[in-house]
């Protein structure tokens, strides 16, 4: 059974940084792309940034020179540096990950929380 697990969640000040981590396990394949999902209270999930196998990246266009996001394929983890924190940034923080071969198998982490508050 595929299993994401995200860490590095938690408060911080505006202007902090913070840095979420994603581990995949238990997929016998390789993944493909991973991505960082956002939902903050009354608002619909989105899209913060994404990153190939190759290591391609694009990104959400409020988090643009903000975050960073990467990954180490051989641990099968993802990571998202987030400097510059603003209070607009606080939400349940998810991961995403697709199987290499088959981007239509797709796996969600189960969220954790940024709050971004003096």
């Known amino acids: 059974q595929v299993q994401l697990v995200e860490s590095g969640g938690g408060l911080v000040h505006p202007g902090g940084s913070l840095k979420l981590s994603c581990v995949v396990s238990?997929?016998?394949?390789?993944?493909?792309?991973m991505s960082w999902y956002r939902q903050a209270p009354g608002k619909q999930r989105e899209l913060v940034a994404i990153?190939?196998?190759?290591?391609?990246?694009n990104y959400a266009e409020p988090v643009k020179g903000r975050f960073t996001i990467s990954r180490d394929n051989a641990k099968n983890t993802a990571y998202l540096q987030m400097n510059a924190l603003k209070g607009e940034d606080t939400a349940v923080y998810y991961c995403?990950?697709?199987?290499?071969?088959?981007?239509?198998?797709?796996?969600w982490g189960n969220g954790t929380l940024v709050t971004v508050s003096s």
């Open positions: 238990g997929s016998r394949f390789s993944i493909g792309a």
């Open positions: 990153i190939t196998h190759g290591g391609s990246t």
């Open positions: 995403h990950a697709a199987e290499w071969l088959a981007p239509d198998v797709t796996y």
